[in-house]
């Protein structure tokens, strides 16, 4: 009797190491052969908004305190640039984009920034006291065109350099957490508590509101190289839409089981490879659309929270952070 009770109770043990083992397996992603990440050195450290490039070499970078730095080598190096805002407010800039030689940036309070020189000099327009909102992102579309969204959704595009602005929607969405334009001009925006996000495309006249897709509350979205939607939600997790759709999602997805950490941006490098930076310098990557991850662990040394991840092209790409943080993509031999 006591023979058997001592093979019951071995099974019994083996059962659970297993199922420990198989949890562990599951809690523990597996490390990118090669890490593609550098860090590269600033004159700062201030917490990076958005980067933007004009070519190949010459781009800008900035960020809170009115941060602005330009770089000449493809960002391996950075000089910091000042400009006379004329008002003692601490500005904050949010967004940079260029078309060309011509550039704009917006921060808060109320700030927009005009170049046609690729950043020799920066002239600031006038924007009106009836604005919804403050100036959150903008997308240089063509010469003298622009695109500028502020933080409670309202969207508007210029055509004459910045003189006359018109607005794209008939209301303003919300106080919003973020907001992210396609290539193709569609917009999504996740509400201030995460709790809904809405849709607009070109045609459309107001924003169209959708409830959260899970009682997860919503961290961000935006949209992938095919036009599918993406989302990140508290708890680290991710999911897609099905294709052509806002309304419906394949189910979602936990990369790394039981972290105490969240999940802040993705973005597309290729259609198939994804990166997903988040908070302690925790950055994932999926190589087959989503389906697996693995975990790049030589980044977790950098004392960061990892906020944006921009990919100019395949060839291009950075991660910006806290405390002047930036890490560039250099392509694996």
């Given at each position: 009797?006591?023979?058997?009770?001592?093979?019951?109770?071995?099974?019994?043990?083996?059962?659970?190491?297993?199922?420990?083992?198989?949890?562990?397996?599951?809690?523990?992603?597996?490390?990118?052969?090669?890490?593609?990440?550098?860090?590269?050195?600033?004159?700062?450290?201030?917490?990076?908004?958005?980067?933007?490039?004009?070519?190949?070499?010459?781009?800008?970078?900035?960020?809170?305190?009115?941060?602005?730095?330009?770089?000449?080598?493809?960002?391996?190096?950075?000089?910091?640039?000042?400009?006379?805002?004329?008002?003692?407010?601490?500005?904050?800039?949010?967004?940079?984009?260029?078309?060309?030689?011509?550039?704009?940036?917006?921060?808060?309070?109320?700030?927009?920034?005009?170049?046609?020189?690729?950043?020799?000099?920066?002239?600031?327009?006038?924007?009106?006291?009836?604005?919804?909102?403050?100036?959150?992102?903008?997308?240089?579309?063509?010469?003298?065109?622009?695109?500028?969204?502020?933080?409670?959704?309202?969207?508007?595009?210029?055509?004459?350099?910045?003189?006359?602005?018109?607005?794209?929607?008939?209301?303003?969405?919300?106080?919003?957490?973020?907001?992210?334009?396609?290539?193709d001009g569609k917009y999504v925006a996740v509400s201030s508590r995460g709790s809904f996000y809405s849709v607009w495309e070109p045609g459309m006249t107001a924003w169209e509101p959708h409830n959260r897709t899970s009682?997860?509350?919503?961290?961000?979205?935006?949209?992938?190289?095919?036009?599918?939607?993406?989302l990140l939600a508290r708890g680290g997790t991710v999911q897609f839409s099905e294709p052509g759709s806002a309304e419906e999602w394949a189910d979602p997805i936990s990369p790394e089981y039981s972290t105490s950490w969240?999940?802040?941006?993705?973005?597309?490098?290729?259609?198939?490879?994804?990166?997903?930076?988040?908070?302690?310098?925790?950055?994932?990557?999926?190589?087959?659309?989503?389906?697996?991850?693995?975990?790049?662990?030589?980044?977790?040394?950098?004392?960061?929270?990892?906020?944006?991840?921009?990919?100019?092209?395949?060839?291009?790409?950075?991660?910006?952070?806290?405390?002047?943080?930036?890490?560039?993509?250099?392509?694996?031999?």
């Amino acid at each position: 009797m006591r023979s058997f009770l001592r093979s019951i109770q071995t099974v019994v043990i083996l059962v659970v190491a297993v199922l420990l083992c198989s949890s562990c397996a599951r809690n523990f992603l597996p490390s990118i052969s090669n890490n593609p990440w550098q860090v590269v050195p600033l004159p700062t450290e201030e917490t990076l908004s958005d980067v933007a490039f004009i070519d190949d070499n010459h781009g800008w970078l900035v960020g809170k305190n009115a941060t602005l730095l330009e770089t000449q080598d493809g960002g391996n190096h950075w000089e910091e640039r000042s400009l006379d805002l004329g008002e003692n407010q601490i500005v904050s800039f949010l967004s940079v984009s260029f078309a060309g030689n011509e550039g704009w940036i917006v921060g808060q309070p109320n700030v927009l920034l005009h170049t046609t020189d690729a950043g020799k000099s920066w002239s600031r327009i006038p924007l009106s006291e009836k604005l919804p909102g403050a100036p959150y992102t903008i997308t240089a579309l063509a010469n003298q065109s622009a695109e500028m969204t502020t933080d409670v959704g309202a969207i508007y595009q210029t055509k004459d350099g910045g003189k006359t602005w018109q607005a794209m929607v008939q209301e303003a969405v919300g106080v919003l957490r973020n907001i992210y334009r396609s290539d193709d001009g569609k917009y999504v925006a996740v509400s201030s508590r995460g709790s809904f996000y809405s849709v607009w495309e070109p045609g459309m006249t107001a924003w169209e509101p959708h409830n959260r897709t899970s009682s997860r509350r919503l961290q961000n979205m935006g949209y992938g190289k095919d036009g599918q939607l993406w989302l990140l939600a508290r708890g680290g997790t991710v999911q897609f839409s099905e294709p052509g759709s806002a309304e419906e999602w394949a189910d979602p997805i936990s990369p790394e089981y039981s972290t105490s950490w969240g999940l802040l941006d993705l973005a597309y490098r290729t259609p198939e490879e994804i990166w997903v930076s988040g908070g302690s310098g925790n950055l994932l990557v999926s190589f087959d659309g989503g389906q697996t991850w693995q975990k790049d662990r030589e980044v977790e040394d950098v004392p960061s929270n990892l906020y944006r991840v921009i990919f100019m092209n395949p060839e291009k790409g950075f991660v910006l952070g806290q405390r002047g943080t930036l890490l560039k993509y250099q392509q694996p031999a």
